[in-house]
């Protein structure tokens, strides 16, 4: 697919980073000519410099030959302003992203009129994220599939752990059916597998399980992890995004506390959220959560505008307090430095917002017989969870699991067919209508047919 990319700030390099090793034909447009020098010299991409916003610059770029124009610049205006050009200039689809509270409301008359095909909100995305990790506090990562039919949750095996030592094939014998390891990762050695029931589990392994929502507590329990409902959140820092999740989870019931350090922000939180507790003051001061009451909290989430200070909090709320800590990371990439840090359970808005624009790149790719419903990357982009919407005509239809040759490393871990789970054995089969969710360490699945040897 040839695709242009309008903005490359971080998100759009990473975006043209993994858009390039899938093989689309791409071009960067950014009006700073030292981006386009950087991205045009690491990435096999054509880089032009200019505005994006300019019908002679999208031209330059092929806007009336490309499939997709993706905006990721740094403003909403700009954004939506080189999408409507590229559809009357090109006709072809359009992403944007769009960050602005005031924007998002008015979106579906916005995406009407200007003829977006999408538009993804990084801090909404992110809200929605957090606030599933606290509605499941035992799990490091929860995504969602199936609408919200089916769940990978992702947890670390405790010490002392009933299932420690133990083959998978035993260790979750008691859920029986309900219950699937889908993916494992050595602590230490941070080898990845999609094990099979002869892999053995050690104390500290990372493991992802799919569950059906209603086993969640008793597949804790087996395991030795503590499970308990939050009733109340601290939330340092007082932005977008702490606005989203505010407005979420006061929604379900759950008292929020937001510590912010500018009074301005306070004021108009306030009005916005009359129901949550604002309060005035810088949260890296440990005086002022020790105050209010942050040892006695339920979980606690760092969403200040720095990736050090979130980091730094985080380690202190999780020394002095049983708090389930959530951490904003904004930067996409730390090389595994945070591995050395114990700062919960970890969300980046830029890499939500790449995992939406790779699933819709995906979905625009599909044959006739299925179609991408959803892209997760995981275990810092080793694995990708995959949900896929199979149609008439697929080529995995009505044959034995047993007798499909599947890829190495490659799991089919859930069949959802009419609103039912199926955690499938050898002898199920494949059927028309179904949702399928597979995880693997190959990238770039684009089809049913791509889980094929």
């Given at each position: 697919?040839?695709?242009?990319?309008?903005?490359?700030?971080?998100?759009?390099?990473?975006?043209?980073?993994?858009?390039?090793?899938?093989?689309?034909?791409?071009?960067?447009?950014?009006?700073?000519?030292?981006?386009?020098?950087?991205?045009?010299?690491?990435?096999?991409?054509?880089?032009?410099?200019?505005?994006?916003?300019?019908?002679?610059?999208?031209?330059?770029?092929?806007?009336?030959?490309?499939?997709?124009?993706?905006?990721?610049?740094?403003?909403?205006?700009?954004?939506?302003?080189?999408?409507?050009?590229?559809?009357?200039?090109?006709?072809?689809?359009?992403?944007?992203?769009?960050?602005?509270?005031?924007?998002?409301?008015?979106?579906?008359?916005?995406?009407?009129?200007?003829?977006?095909?999408?538009?993804?909100?990084?801090?909404?995305?992110?809200?929605?994220?957090?606030?599933?990790?606290?509605?499941?506090?035992?799990?490091?990562?929860?995504?969602?599939?199936?609408?919200?039919k089916v769940e990978l949750v992702r947890f670390r095996i405790p010490e002392g752990s009933p299932w420690a030592n133990k083959p998978i094939s035993e260790a979750g014998k008691k859920m029986g059916?309900?219950?699937?390891?889908?993916?494992?990762?050595?602590?230490?050695?941070?080898?990845?597998?999609?094990?099979?029931?002869?892999?053995?589990?050690?104390?500290?392994?990372?493991?992802?399980?799919?569950?059906?929502?209603?086993?969640?507590?008793?597949?804790?329990?087996?395991?030795?992890?503590?499970?308990?409902?939050?009733?109340?959140?601290?939330?340092?820092?007082?932005?977008?995004?702490?606005?989203?999740?505010?407005?979420?989870?006061?929604?379900?019931?759950?008292?929020?506390?937001?510590?912010?350090?500018?009074?301005?922000?306070?004021?108009?939180?306030?009005?916005?959220?009359?129901?949550?507790?604002?309060?005035?003051?810088?949260?890296?001061?440990?005086?002022?959560?020790?105050?209010?009451?942050?040892?006695?909290?339920?979980?606690?989430?760092?969403?200040?505008?720095?990736?050090?200070?979130?980091?730094?909090?985080?380690?202190?709320?999780?020394?002095?307090?049983?708090?389930?800590?959530?951490?904003?990371?904004?930067?996409?990439?730390?090389?595994?430095?945070?591995?050395?840090?114990?700062?919960?359970?970890?969300?980046?808005?830029?890499?939500?917002?790449?995992?939406?624009?790779?699933?819709?790149?995906?979905?625009?790719?599909?044959?006739?017989?299925?179609?991408?419903?959803?892209?997760?990357?995981?275990?810092?982009?080793?694995?990708?969870?995959?949900?896929?919407?199979?149609?008439?005509?697929?080529?995995?239809?009505?044959?034995?699991?047993?007798?499909?040759?599947?890829?190495?490393?490659?799991?089919?871990?859930?069949?959802?067919?009419?609103?039912?789970?199926?955690?499938?054995?050898?002898?199920?089969?494949?059927?028309?209508?179904?949702?399928?969710?597979?995880?693997?360490?190959?990238?770039?699945?684009?089809e049913i047919e791509d889980i094929l040897a």
């Amino acid at each position: 697919m040839k695709i242009i990319i309008a903005g490359c700030g971080k998100v759009g390099y990473a975006l043209a980073e993994q858009l390039n090793e899938e093989g689309h034909e791409l071009t960067i447009i950014d009006i700073k000519e030292e981006k386009v020098s950087m991205v045009g010299n690491a990435l096999d991409v054509m880089a032009i410099q200019g505005n994006a916003t300019s019908y002679r610059v999208q031209e330059e770029a092929g806007v009336e030959e490309a499939d997709l124009l993706i905006a990721v610049t740094n403003k909403d205006e700009v954004n939506l302003l080189c999408c409507l050009i590229a559809r009357k200039a090109g006709h072809c689809q359009t992403i944007a992203r769009v960050r602005d509270p005031g924007y998002y409301a008015e979106i579906g008359f916005i995406k009407e009129e200007l003829g977006l095909s999408m538009a993804i909100n990084p801090e909404l995305a992110a809200a929605s994220d957090i606030a599933r990790l606290i509605r499941v506090p035992s799990a490091m990562e929860v995504d969602s599939f199936a609408k919200g039919k089916v769940e990978l949750v992702r947890f670390r095996i405790p010490e002392g752990s009933p299932w420690a030592n133990k083959p998978i094939s035993e260790a979750g014998k008691k859920m029986g059916k309900d219950l699937l390891i889908c993916i494992l990762e050595r602590e230490g050695s941070h080898e990845v597998l999609i094990p099979d029931g002869n892999v053995i589990l050690h104390e500290g392994d990372y493991i992802s399980v799919i569950v059906s929502p209603s086993k969640m507590k008793a597949m804790f329990s087996g395991i030795g992890i503590e499970s308990r409902m939050i009733r109340d959140v601290v939330i340092a820092g007082g932005g977008t995004l702490a606005y989203y999740l505010a407005k979420q989870l006061l929604e379900s019931r759950i008292q929020v506390k937001i510590i912010e350090n500018n009074r301005a922000r306070c004021d108009e939180l306030s009005e916005l959220l009359p129901k949550a507790m604002i309060i005035y003051g810088d949260a890296s001061g440990t005086d002022l959560l020790k105050e209010e009451g942050i040892e006695n909290a339920d979980a606690f989430v760092s969403l200040t505008g720095l990736d050090e200070e979130n980091v730094m909090l985080a380690c202190y709320v999780g020394r002095v307090s049983r708090a389930k800590v959530i951490t904003k990371i904004n930067k996409i990439n730390y090389g595994g430095i945070l591995d050395n840090f114990d700062i919960g359970s970890v969300v980046s808005p830029r890499n939500l917002t790449t995992e939406l624009i790779i699933k819709y790149v995906r979905c625009m790719q599909n044959s006739i017989g299925s179609a991408v419903e959803a892209v997760y990357r995981m275990v810092d982009n080793k694995v990708e969870a995959l949900e896929f919407s199979v149609k008439k005509g697929a080529k995995v239809l009505d044959v034995p699991l047993a007798d499909l040759q599947l890829k190495k490393n490659l799991l089919l871990c859930s069949i959802v067919r009419r609103g039912k789970i199926i955690l499938p054995s050898g002898q199920d089969k494949i059927q028309a209508g179904d949702t399928i969710i597979v995880v693997t360490t190959h990238k770039g699945l684009d089809e049913i047919e791509d889980i094929l040897a």
